[in-house]
T-cell receptor, first 115, second 110 residues
Framework: DGGITQSPKYLFRKEGQNVTLSCEQN?????MYWYRQDPGQGLRLIYYSQIVNDFQKGDIAEGYSVSREKKESFPLTVTSAQKNPTAFYLC??????????????FGQGTRLTVV | SQQGEEDPQALSIQEGENATMNCSYK?????LQWYRQNSGRGLVHLIL?????REKHSGRLRVTLDTSKKSSSLLITASRAADTASYFC??????????FGKGTLLTVNP
């Protein structure tokens, strides 16, 4: 079955650690996105990528980094520079970016908690 | 900054009633989309309306778009307890960036 998979579902991070969230899709989508969701804040865009080896900062990119070495994969690293990383992280993908009248498909999310 | 703002933030209704949620946005868009999120899960796409469309239906869902007012509404008719979820609008501008609002939490009481 085609879809988008995030792992792990739950992740615990100690203060000062970097952690990487995985996002893999087999939908052959060019565009991929990372969002952060906090209670009452809706979804805020961290990074997005329209094509392999290219990505752009979203609205809250500070303290995060991404890579897009393969079409299928868009991992997000939460660095120690992110002072308040506890949140629900959602990855999404959509069909080729030039066709903008298309929907996004979401993974099931990763809940990150700082301990 | 957030481009979409849903209204109301929370809505509680009885099963069988209709639920209406509104969304406003700030700049020109290519399309507007509505998504549903069950608690602790990912978002699921419900319906997309293009900027040159005014109304669209899908099952019990009806979406309208008023580009002159930069607003959209989602109507769920004959609601069911299973419709309880958060509903988000999202818009896509020409740079492919997909931007979401803060959502409306809908509770349908049996």
């Amino acid at each position: 079955d085609g879809g988008i998979t995030q792992s792990p579902k739950y992740l615990f991070r100690k203060e000062g650690q970097n952690v990487t969230l995985s996002c893999e899709q087999n939908l052959n989508h060019d565009a991929m996105y990372w969002y952060r969701q906090d209670p009452g804040q809706g979804l805020r865009l961290i990074y997005y990528s329209q094509i392999v080896n290219d990505f752009q900062k979203g609205d809250i990119a500070e303290g995060y980094s991404v890579s897009r070495e393969k079409k299928e994969s868009f991992p997000l690293t939460v660095t120690s520079a992110q002072k308040n990383p506890t949140a629900f992280y959602l990855c999404a993908s959509s069909v080729p970016g030039l066709l903008t009248n298309t929907e996004a498909f979401f993974g099931q999310g990763t809940r990150l908690t700082v301990v | 900054s957030q481009q979409g703002e849903e209204d109301p933030q929370a809505l509680s209704i009885q099963e069988g009633e209709n639920a209406t949620m509104n969304c406003s946005y700030k700049t020109s868009i290519n399309n507007l989309q509505w998504y549903r999120q069950n608690s602790g899960r990912g978002l699921v796409h419900l319906i997309l309306i293009r900027s040159n469309e005014r109304e669209k239906h899908s099952g019990r869902l009806r979406v309208t778009l008023d580009t002159s007012k930069k607003s959209s509404s989602l109507l769920i008719t004959a609601s069911r307890a299973a419709d309880t979820a958060s509903y988000f609008c999202a818009n896509r501008r020409s740079n492919y960036k997909l931007t979401f609002g803060k959502g409306t939490l809908l509770t349908v009481n049996p």
